[in-house]
């Protein structure tokens, strides 16, 4: 494909679906300090105001309030194209399936159709969720999973194959240069409770010295990433010409009951409290993370304990800051 102006580098401008939400403010922010210019799409359903506060004040950056689900004829620069836009959070993916099928599906398209026709590389977030409740421990990339097709969070699941299937049948029918990555559960600054993610979840309630309640004994096992080292991941898959996909997780999964007292601790109030009864989630998510040190020489570095302090500070921080807005 001709084109007037043939940019260096992949990270001259990116454009990020999903970029107004937790991963994808942060991989804004990522992206403007290496220099890029940075447009987000994004429908603003979920994400961050405060950080898109933040990032619209960087002359290098653009939003774009869109939803994906509606094809995008984007004209401006363009060297990559990172798709992050979905539903995300048990509460919000069992509340609105039929968008989230959506997003993972008609979305999915959409964001390829413009790698596509402007022949940039994209990278595209599926998620360990693909992996369902899985029989096999660790598990690696060439692991097929064990998925509930009309389970309640089937929504997810299934938009995710698809797009892994999309985004493969783009790069062998038409030739585009796609990248699928398979995050594990990422934290960090920036993540809401409202969706009932873990962290998020049990910060929360630790801040407020409530009892972190856990279903089934808390003996789920679960492998967190940190934010900014995801990111980093996110980034080494888009200077690369991998397809993938690719696990980005953690090395060394914790149970549940473990993270949760680790928040208590790390809060310095709130309590753990174990209920009977099935939580319906998979036992044991745990990845084989070799081939992302192979094809990216990438790895989760930050550890749990560290990860956690900055994410309880970030957080109570917040609070202050809503509890002095409301006064
Ligand atoms: N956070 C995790 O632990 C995790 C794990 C696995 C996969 N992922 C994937 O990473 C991506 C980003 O997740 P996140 O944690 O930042 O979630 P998030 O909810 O914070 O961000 C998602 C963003 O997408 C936007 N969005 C949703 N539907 C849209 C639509 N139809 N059109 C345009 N924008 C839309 C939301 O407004 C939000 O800003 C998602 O694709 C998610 O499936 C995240």
Redesign the pocket.
């Known amino acids: 494909m001709s084109r007037e102006h043939v940019p260096e580098h992949v990270l001259e401008h990116v454009l990020v ?2 970029g ?5 403010s942060h991989l804004c922010h990522a992206l403007l300090e290496r220099g890029a210019r940075v447009t987000a ?8 105001p405060d950080a898109l506060e933040e990032l619209d004040r960087h002359d290098r950056f653009t939003l774009v309030e ?4 509606v094809p995008l004829e984007w004209a401006g620069p363009l060297t990559a194209v990172v798709h ?6 048990p509460a919000r993916i069992s509340e609105r399936p039929v ?1 989230t099928l ?2 993972g599906s008609a ?1 999915t398209v959409n964001a390829l159709e413009i790698a596509r026709r402007r022949d940039v590389r994209i990278v595209l ?5 693909v992996y369902g409740d899985p029989a096999v421990q660790p598990q690696s990339e060439s692991y097929w999973g064990n998925v509930d097709p009309v389970g309640p969070l089937s929504g997810y699941t299934e938009g ?1 194959r698809f797009l892994e299937a999309m985004a493969t049948a783009y790069r062998h029918e038409y030739g585009v240069n796609t990248g699928i990555v398979r ?5 960090g600054p920036g ?2 409770p409202g ?1 009932r ?1 873990v962290v998020p979840t049990f910060v929360t309630a630790a801040l407020a010295g409530r009892a972190l309640t856990l279903a089934g004994g808390g003996q789920a096992v679960r492998s967190l990433v940190y934010v900014a080292d995801f990111v980093a991941g996110l980034i080494a898959m888009l200077e690369s010409d991998e397809s993938g996909p690719i696990n980005l997780g953690s090395a060394a999964p914790v149970t549940i009951a473990e993270l949760a007292e680790l928040v208590v601790r790390t809060a310095g109030s709130g309590t753990v409290q174990i209920i009977a009864g099935r939580t319906g989630e998979a036992a044991a998510r745990c990845p084989d993370v070799s081939k992302a040190a192979r094809v990216l020489g990438w790895e989760a570095t930050t550890p749990l304990e560290q990860g956690l302090a900055w994410t309880v500070e970030s957080m109570r921080q917040a609070a202050a800051r809503t509890a002095v807005a409301a006064v």
């Open positions: 679906t999903g107004a939400g937790f991963i994808g799409v994004d429908n603003l359903s979920a994400g961050r869109h939803d994906v689900t992050l836009a979905s539903p995300v959070g968008a959506l997003a979305g977030a599926s998620s360990s969720e995710k995050p594990f559960n990422v934290y993540a809401l969706d993610r």
